[in-house]
Nanobody, 114 residues
């Protein structure tokens, strides 16, 4: 059973930054790519970024340059550094394992508002 737990969401002003974290536990996620997705009300879930098991990083075009995905394999963590946040970035952010994701966390809310 794979468990993914996100943290780090919250309220930030436009132009601010947040760092999201995702911790994986259990069996079955090793060797899978790890990624971030987001969904805002009334919209489809959207791909943000992912990092493959081999370390290759892929970003959605609209996130490239503002968002940075990284990982720390020792505690099975994946991070998403988000800079220069815009109101349009407000969403529930999910981390996933596998591509398409075979496992997904419960999500963490990001609100961008002044």
């Amino acid at each position: 059973q794979v468990k993914l737990v996100e943290s780090g969401g919250g309220l930030v002003q436009p132009g601010g930054s947040l760092r999201l974290s995702c911790k994986a536990s259990g069996n079955g996620f090793r060797g899978l790519s790890r990624g971030w997705y987001r969904q805002s009300p009334g919209k489809e879930r959207e791909f943000v970024a992912r990092i493959t098991d081999g370390g290759r990083i892929i970003y959605a075009d609209s996130m490239r340059g503002r968002f940075t995905i990284s990982r720390d394999n020792a505690p099975n963590m994946v991070f998403l550094q988000m800079n220069n946040l815009e109101p349009e970035d407000a969403a529930v952010y999910y981390c996933g394992a596998g591509y398409p994701p075979q496992y997904r966390g419960q999500g963490t809310q990001v609100t961008v508002s002044s």
